[in-house]
């Protein structure tokens, strides 16, 4: 019966290949099929053996599910333990855990903890779950958040959970109150994100409120978001000084001249924002009587402890108040705060024969002193910038490889400086083939000049020591001109054709090599410029009608372009009509800037003289100009 069977299966199997059987007699022998069918039983044990291992590693391994759509959601909190705005907290550990799995970034720069502890609390991952352990002795009756920013994402798409916060008290309630406000840069009022604002409570007995952001750290933290604006919650009542700080290094003590502040003038109180809701409950006319004078007192009471700016009652509505409170929205200027002594900040080669000297403020009454040479010889030409903060120093002597000086103002010696001037020597071949010329830059654009703007402009890439001015020639088609040419800076980089010049003709510069020659020895290659004057159509002016009643003083007025470029500037002193002319079409901005100390400049603030940066206001719509068009606009800045 055996034998029977094994040659119905070995039929089976070799039926397409009956033929290779002939060896075994009618249908082989029974060995041999009985051989056949242990191998492949064997192979189909093999491959299930393999596809349950792989099948068992799949599970094992937690992978981000193949098709479907795309995961965009953030991950969720299911439970707290202790739970979230826990009273009379008394545990060391807390464990949230979440509906999927979680990565924690950025813990330093993301995770911030009010009031702050001595030591940042250990946080780790445990599958879905974050397990914090706290490991200071915290205060008593006092309200902790953890706010974690944005450094919890899922592992899948990393989606960033934001705006989650735990919360609990070491006594019997958690403090309820909020504040709010934004962060602008003072010069530009762009926003400014993720810049600490911070609160200090005055609770030091040897240290004054206002001094406790350059020795200690807050006692509440947040940051701003994408927007410039921070909110704080779970604040205790109490009056508070309010700043802000672009943190270099981390520790959150304001250091002056290293980085960024901004401060309220005042002191702030928290207030009570109350959670909006919608009413549910419909209540008939009849059933409501009119409030007495004592319950709008109360309220009202109610109201000022809140911190609730404004507050209009309405005794003729069933409503005790008829219209939602206003809260105070603080808005704090980021500018960079430097002391008021005098640095040089910078010091640099350009190029052969350049350097450049950068100062903290405009330089007045100064001296220097060449420690190298003969200090008796004109060594250097000096070229300051309007604001007199940055110096150009002109070699005079092109063989000059270095040089070492010290700068003094008034009887103090700023510094002493060493300068590398020499350049790196032409690698090339050919050299000694290569001839230096003096290199010349005009002021017209696409080869058309802006004669209403001004006159023709030639610039030299370095003072000049030698000058002919007869050998220019200036032609209008087949007519030779005779200019006004001369220099507008003594160092001779500027110069000047002057001409009366007419709409909408064709212009010729012609100047022979040899004419100029730089300090350096360096002489100019033969100049031709060709250029068009422009007509009046082609331009717009913008008139602004400017009142400063409200607020006298001495304003700067500034045109800037629509990528804040700036263009143009007016001073004005009393209400009236500042006019900016003959403006190539295109988008622009206003600027006004409150002159405080009357220096014709922007000036930034100092926070331990408690001086607030100058203030800047912009006209609040962006103005386009047309072609032969005027542009009028009113503004009270």
Known sequence: MNNLICRKFHVKINKKNIDDTKTIGNFGS????????????????????????????????????????????????????????????????????????????????????????????????????????????????????IDFGKSISDITENNIFTGFSYVFSTGPYIDSLSLRGSVVNAFDLSPQKDVFAMLYIDCYDTIVLDSLPLKVKPFYITKTDEKGRFTFHNLKASLMKLTALADQNGNLIFEPGAEKIAFSDSIVHPYYIPKPSADTIKIKKDSLKPPTDTTKVRNVKLIAASGISKVKIDSTNKDTLSQKPVFTDYQLFLFDDIDSVQRLQKYTVLKKGLALLVFRFPLKSYSMKTLRGDSTRPWALREFTPHRDTLYLWLTDPAMDSIIFSISEGSRVLDTVRLDVSSKENTSKKKDLVKNYLITSDNTYSSNLNQFAGNYILTFSQPLAKADFSRICLTQDKDTLKPKIYFTDSLKRMMVIENKWKEDKSYSLFIPDSVFTGINGFANDTIKRKFKTRQSREFGNLIIDIDISKRQGDYLIQLLNDKDVFLAEKKIRTNGKVRFENLNPGKFKVKAVYDRNHNGKWDTGNFRKKIQPEEVMFLPKVLEIRANWDVEEKWAP
């Open 30 to 145: 029974e060995k041999a099929g009985l051989a056949v069918y242990m191998k492949h039983t064997r192979i189909l044990i093999f491959l299930s053996f393999l596809l349950l291992c792989f099948l068992t590693w799949r599970c094992a391994n937690p992978v981000a599910p193949e098709g479907g759509p795309k995961d965009t959601k953030p991950p969720k909190v299911l439970k707290s333990d202790p739970p979230n705005f826990t009273t009379n907290f008394k545990d060391q550990n807390i464990r949230i855990d979440f509906n999927e799995f979680i990565a924690i970034k950025n813990q330093a720069a993301e995770l911030n903890v009010s009031p702050p502890l001595k030591h940042p609390p250990d946080i780790k991952i445990r599958g879905k779950s974050l397990v914090i352990k706290i490991e200071d002795t915290l205060a008593t009756n006092t309200t902790y958040s």
